[in-house]
């Protein structure tokens, strides 16, 4: 049973614009949610988070909005840089920063 | 930033022997390091929590008597895939948690395993 879903495998996105990766859960115990972005050869590394008492959060170039009563959350980068292409996850929790359970992410690949 | 490394980064071992994987935080102490397995096309599954100087706590369906770990100091975590079977080759990742309230979780590149 999938808890945490990324429904898209891909995205291409063109540089400058806007990109937006989506995330969905079913369990309702999880009270926050990470997106991580992950390079080949490469762990996963920390982009931004969200506990579930708000509905946005931003850091620069990155914006995590959550729905509650959706379950759905979703990344917005803007604008698209080359460099952000990678793999990027979502990933949630019911204790803060342990106990993680993962999407299984969508390629992002920014076009020059 | 804080570095985690793991070793080795990729592994072939014959079915019926143990492979050891070590995670170490090069940088920071972990008070907790994690162990995840990713199958291809497949999440990240969290395998087991553990912390320095106690035993690990496993994931439902994850067998501790096949994957033992071992957390023996602030900075080294390892895990033993004993008596490896094709069925266990895939990728394994660690990651270590800083004692810091509010910090995040930092993962090793992981290592694959492939077992003949």
């Known amino acids: 049973d999938q808890q945490v879903k990324q429904n898209s495998p891909s995205l291409s996105v063109q540089e400058g614009r806007i990109s937006i990766l989506n995330c969905d859960y079913t369990?309702?115990?999880?009270?926050?949610f990470l997106w991580y972005k992950k390079y080949p050869a490469e762990g996963p590394t920390f982009l931004i988070s969200i506990s579930s008492i708000k509905d946005k959060n931003e850091d620069g170039r990155f914006t995590v909005f959550l729905n509650k009563s959706a379950k759905h959350l979703s990344l917005h980068i803007v604008p698209s840089q080359p460099g952000d292409s990678a793999v990027y996850f979502c990933?949630?929790?019911?204790?803060?920063?342990?106990?993680?359970?993962f999407g299984t992410g969508t390629r992002l690949t920014i076009i020059p | 930033g804080a570095v985690v490394s793991q070793h080795p980064s990729w592994v072939i071992c014959k079915s019926g022997t143990s492979v050891k994987i070590e995670c170490r935080s090069l940088d920071f102490q972990a008070t907790t390091m994690f162990w995840y397995r990713q199958f291809p096309k497949q999440s990240l599954m969290l395998m087991a929590t553990s912390n320095e100087g106690s035993k690990a706590t496993y994931e439902q369906g994850v067998e501790k008597d096949k994957f033992l770990i071992n957390h023996a100091s602030l900075t080294l975590s390892t895990l033993t895939v004993t008596s490896a079977h094709p069925e266990d080759s895939s990728f394994y990742i660690c990651s270590a948690l800083p004692g810091a309230p509010q910090e995040t979780q930092y993962f090793g590149p992981g290592t694959r395993l492939l077992v003949l």
């Open positions: 990933a949630a929790s019911p204790f803060g920063n342990e106990k993680l359970t």
């Open positions: 369990n309702s115990m999880f009270d926050y």
